[in-house]
């Protein structure tokens, strides 16, 4: 269990707090299209707003690369969040220029302010000393609530605690950390994992770490036709990384050997092109014809891998089983989807596209955790030392020293 300093035991009232939040959301046509991430921030936000603090939110959106770029601007994503808040955020158009120095100077207690699109400036993502010192003079104690972002490096993460008198976890970066340490812990079992997506080179580590955790690893996706292939399935024009072949077979030999059940799928559905509407069939998974690729997994395994999740006590999923973006490629997902929303047990989505699908569903508040950081919780779980995370295990004194909350 990953033990960081937290909320309680913080006195906020009448000070300034730095909240480095997730609010990296899809903007259509200047409106926020998807708010999850923004109402996730909101129990922090207001807790420290009822507690009497001068708010300072910092958030990046999108790429921009160290430049001001017209269409990421965090205007929108003020507006949403005050009309949850229910109050007004000041929005300045700088991140630690003028604007943002006036409005942070002018906050009262509870009130909120947020600074401009952090990767605007070049220091953000190189954690320049110089950006990281300015950021952390907008604040006396400093919350990150940004686990999305927790694997990176930059100056909010990492430059900016180093340079604050507290630096504690926000809610939401708790409840990430509570879950995702259930499962490297001690889970109820049998633990079944879910991996699917389109590379197995993204999972490698979380496979490596997994093995030695799990009772079941149910493989789908793109990536499934590397591991079928190592196995001498014939999977026709199939997505697979041929240099990944021996790896995937000593990962393969290693479940065998730790009395793992590694379960790949048994049909899956082909396609003759990578194309929303291109002709399909359902076809045996380790003999898919010549000139076919698979994009999804069939109706048997979709059945053989649910009812491995309802018995399980655990479960873990991460990664679709197909091109769910695509009706004709989508039920192998939905139906995994839906195994894990009945399963009675403790279950865990780890971000990303695996999110995306069961929210699409509706199915989001039938699991037990949703969350909100796909690579930083690849991470975690592949046993990474976040550096959000080791920040805050140091407590963030400027000389590096441990403060009790």
């Known amino acids: 269990m990953v033990d960081v300093p937290g909320l309680d035991g913080l006195d906020a009232s009448g000070q300034r707090v730095l909240v480095r939040a997730d609010l990296n959301v899809p903007l259509d046509h200047g409106k926020v299209a998807d708010e999850l991430r923004i109402a996730e921030s909101l129990p922090t936000i207001q807790r420290l707003r009822q507690a009497g603090a001068r708010v300072v939110v910092m958030s990046h959106l999108g790429r921009p690369k160290g430049k001001v770029v017209e269409e990421l601007r965090l205007a929108p994503v003020a507006a949403r969040l005050g009309e949850l808040l229910g109050a007004t955020v000041a929005a300045p158009r700088d991140v630690v220029g003028p604007e943002a120095m006036d409005a942070v100077a002018s906050l009262g207690e509870g009130d909120v302010a947020l600074l401009e699109n952090l990767r605007f400036e070049p220091g953000e993502e190189a954690n320049d000393d ?90 789908g996706g793109a990536m499934c036709y590397t591991f079928l292939a190592a196995t001498g399935g014939r999977v026709g024009a199939s997505r697979v990384e041929q240099d990944q072949l021996d790896t995937v077979a000593r990962l393969i030999r290693r479940a065998e050997e730790g009395g793992i059940a590694l379960l790949l799928p048994i049909d899956v559905v082909a396609a003759e092109a990578f194309e929303a509407d291109a002709d399909h069939r359902r076809v045996p998974a380790d003999a898919v014809p010549d000139g076919l690729m698979g994009l999804d997994i069939g109706v048997e395994s979709v059945a053989r891998f649910a009812a491995m999740i309802g018995d399980s006590q655990t479960v873990l999923w991460n990664g679709p089983m197909g091109v769910f973006e695509w009706e004709a490629f989508a039920a192998g997902t939905e139906g995994v989807a839906r195994a894990v929303a009945a399963c009675p047990g403790f279950t865990v989505i780890g971000g990303g596209d695996s999110a995306a699908a069961i929210r699409r569903l509706g199915l989001a508040d039938q699991v037990s955790h949703l969350s909100t950081g796909g690579g930083a919780s690849l991470e975690f779980l592949a046993g990474v030392d976040l550096p959000g995370v080791a920040a805050l295990l140091k407590r963030g004194s400027p000389k590096g020293d441990h403060h009790e909350p």
């Open 130 to 219: 110089q950006f990281a010192a300015e950021l952390a003079a907008f604040g006396d104690v400093y919350v990150n609530d940004a686990f999305g972002a927790a694997h990176r490096a930059h100056a909010s993460i990492v430059g900016v605690p180093a340079r604050c008198t507290r630096a504690v976890a926000g809610e939401l970066m708790a409840k990430e950390l509570s879950a995702l340490s259930r499962l490297l812990g001690e889970p109820a079992r049998p633990f079944t994992g879910i991996l699917g997506g389109a590379k197995v080179s993204d999972k490698l580590a979380v496979i490596d770490n997994l093995l030695s955790r799990v009772d079941r690893l149910l493989i």
